[in-house]
């Protein structure tokens, strides 16, 4: 209820502020017309606009050939490296490669053992890190691939 109060009398203020100065300009005597003014203005909006709206042509004729020049350099390149990576991916020694990261990686989580060294558990810390780190590349590149 408070804000509604609030908001109520913000309204009123404003609306004594318009008028207020509906009734100030009566008294100041001011006999020009409000439409006059907007006519010139709208006219001067219209040119404006006009000019505004050649630069954006031009701009986007400009953006358009930089754009696709810039998209067949790129996309070039972009389909010739995503082709050696797929044939990468694609490829017997990638598989074995990741193999035997799945194996090693399932026999370093299988020496745990209870009352081991802190070496070992370290060693096997930074093991986990790496085999991480590489399936997350594996994932990356396959993705990439397609």
């Known amino acids: 209820q408070d804000d509604k109060r609030n908001s109520m009398q913000h309204l009123e203020i404003v609306n004594s502020d318009i008028e207020l100065s509906d009734s100030q300009k009566k008294e100041s005597g001011d006999d020009t017309n409000i439409e006059d003014t907007t006519n010139d203005d709208d006219e001067e909006e219209e040119e404006d606009l006009d000019e505004d709206n050649h630069r954006k042509k031009s701009s986007k004729r400009i953006k ?3 754009r696709k020049a810039f ?4 996309c070039t390149h972009y389909k010739k490296f995503q082709k050696l990576i797929a044939n ?3 490829s017997k020694y990638f598989r074995r ?6 194996v090693i ?9 209870h009352g081991q060294p802190p070496s070992l558990t370290n060693a096997l810390e930074y093991s986990n890190i790496v085999f991480t780190i590489l399936f997350v590349l594996e994932m990356v590149l396959k993705i990439f691939a397609e």
């Open 64 to 66: 358009s050939k930089r």
């Open 71 to 74: 998209e067949n350099l790129i």
């Open 88 to 90: 990468f991916v694609a």
């Open 97 to 102: 490669i990741v193999l035997t990261a799945i």
């Open 105 to 113: 990686n399932t026999l370093s989580m299988g020496i745990e053992y």
